[in-house]
């Protein structure tokens, strides 16, 4: 079992930026790769990017490419996201989640943390 907490989430205005954090407990963190999505009420849940758990890789959504930036701590079994030049339409609830090396989809969510752009 992993338990994911995120943290960093809060009110900031167009342009501005915020840190989001996902520690993770439990299991080997290194042996998983960690992603990030982002929904608002009434829409599906969206990519926003991940990190592999070997290369340390990382890939994003294009709504986000050029501005959110993934990296991981596996000395602190942590992963952060860095997001610069905030929209409004980047308000949503973030979510952390983990995928073991030999799933094909995440095995475990955090409870999300709220991102509220203001305009």
């Known amino acids: 079992q992993v338990l994911l907490v995120e943290s960093g989430g809060g009110l900031v205005q167009t342009g501005g930026s915020l840190r989001l954090s996902c520690a993770a407990s439990?299991?080997?963190?290194?042996?998983?790769?960690m992603g990030w999505f982002r929904q608002t009420p009434g829409k599906q849940r969206e990519f926003v990017g991940l990190i592999t758990w070997n290369t340390g890789n990382t890939y994003y959504g294009d709504s986000v490419k050029g501005r959110f930036t993934i990296s991981r701590d596996n000395a602190k079994s942590t992963v952060y996201l860095e997001m610069n030049s905030l929209k409004p339409e980047d308000t949503a609830i973030y979510y952390c989640?983990?995928?073991?090396?030999?799933?094909?989809?995440?095995?475990?969510w955090g409870q999300g943390t709220q991102v509220t752009v203001s305009s």
């Open positions: 439990g299991r080997t963190f290194s042996s998983y790769t």
């Open positions: 989640a983990a995928r073991f090396f030999r799933s094909d989809d995440y095995d475990y």
